[in-house]
């Protein structure tokens, strides 16, 4: 299994910005896909997630409201719609494929590459 994440960039407050991540290799309906992101000198933490069959989204209370997680199963891949963004959300982010939701990255098994977003103020 392979994730390939894309999308980030620079953009600046309040701008938006949409990350894909596709999948290489058999997703099953009952997988989760997640996206986190890390900030330098931070922890990696939990964004969103979408279990893969049935569509149910979780979210941090960070980016509720501001950020959607999709996904298109025809393709296998997942999408994080980013909007109103902040300096704050500056990070790598990672889209990460596991078997239940979970904030912790250890929970995940395969991750993508990660793709830069810097918010400017």
């Known amino acids: 299994v392979q994730l390939q994440a894309s999308g980030g960039g620079l953009v600046q407050a309040g701008g938006s910005l949409r990350l894909s991540c596709a999948a290489s290799?058999?997703?099953?309906?009952?997988?989760?896909m997640g996206w986190f992101r890390q900030a330098p000198g931070k922890e990696r933490e939990f964004v969103a997630a979408?279990?893969?069959?049935?569509?149910?989204?979780y979210y941090a209370d960070s980016v509720k409201g501001r950020f959607t997680i999709s996904r298109d199963k025809a393709k296998d891949t997942a999408y994080l719609q980013m909007n109103g963004l902040k300096p704050e959300d500056t990070a790598v982010y990672y889209c990460?494929?596991?078997?239940?939701?979970?904030?912790?990255?250890?929970?995940?098994?395969?991750w993508g590459q990660g793709t830069q977003v810097t918010v400017s103020s």
């Open positions: 990460a494929r596991g078997s239940s939701v979970s904030v912790s990255p250890m929970q995940y098994n395969y």
């Open positions: 290799g058999r997703t099953f309906s009952s997988s989760v």
């Open positions: 979408i279990r893969w069959g049935v569509g149910s989204t």
